[in-house]
């Protein structure tokens, strides 16, 4: 089975800063991993996909997390948090043999501090 | 295009009662997952249909059921409601390959008195 666990349910950086959000996951088979937002009130969106194609992957917003298999994690990073990245931010895996179920988990709400 | 649209945003039910929500996914997507969203559980997987057949199943009970049409859209059906079931229901469309991006829809809020 599948899981993702992510440290810190709450991580608080002033503007400006590295912004690092961690996850890290178990699957039996090489997995496809996920980062989506999610705003107060509002559905999830799609930050950044991992599918083997390249280990670091850049995402939207500025977003890019590195894929390290030996370490089995899927870090979110941004080099500068702006207030508008405020938001929950969730991990999610797949094992490309289920169709499209994903795995998610707890989610990290990030604060920022102007 | 028009993006995956919920209907209704928010209901409220009372216990015992059923309950049914609607997802309309993006035009040409044939897949349609719907997740369960609440502050104890985080985000479950309930079920994915593709081309009117169920394709994934969570663990959740019976009372939880769903169904696509043959122009995509999908209801999701609760039925003897319990104050557990109180939470956002997500639903998400996609092509339906393997690990393509999901788009979500913004939610249906169910609250059970």
Not at chain 1, 69 to 80: A, Y
Not at chain 1, 83 to 95: L, P, Q, R
């Amino acid at each position: 089975a599948q899981s993702v666990t992510q440290l810190g349910s709450h991580v608080s950086v002033s503007e400006g800063a590295l912004v690092l959000l961690r996850c890290n996951y178990s699957s039996s088979v090489p997995p496809y991993l996920f980062w989506y937002v999610q705003y107060p009130n509002q559905g999830l969106q799609l930050l950044l996909k991992y599918t083997s194609a390249a280990t670091l992957v850049k995402g939207i917003n500025g977003f890019e997390a590195e894929f390290k298999k030996s370490e089995t994690s899927f870090h979110l990073t941004k080099p500068s948090a702006h207030m508008s990245d405020a938001a929950e931010y969730f991990c999610a895996v797949s094992d490309g043999r289920t169709g499209n179920k994903l795995v998610f988990g707890a989610g990290t709400i990030l604060r920022v501090k102007s | 295009k028009a993006g995956v649209t919920q209907t209704p945003r928010y209901l409220i039910k009372t216990r015992g009662q059923q309950v049914t929500l609607s997802c309309s996914p993006i035009s040409g997507h044939r897949s349609v997952s719907w997740y369960q969203q609440t502050p104890g559980q985080g985000l479950q997987f309930l079920f994915e249909y593709f081309s009117e057949t169920q394709r994934n199943k969570g663990n959740f009970p019976g009372r939880f059921s769903g169904r696509q049409f043959s122009n995509s859209r999908s209801e999701m059906n609760v039925s003897t409601l319990e104050l557990g079931d109180s939470a956002l229901y997500l639903c998400a469309s996609s092509d339906g390959t393997a690990n393509t991006e999901a788009f979500f829809g913004q939610g249906t809020r169910l609250t059970v008195v």
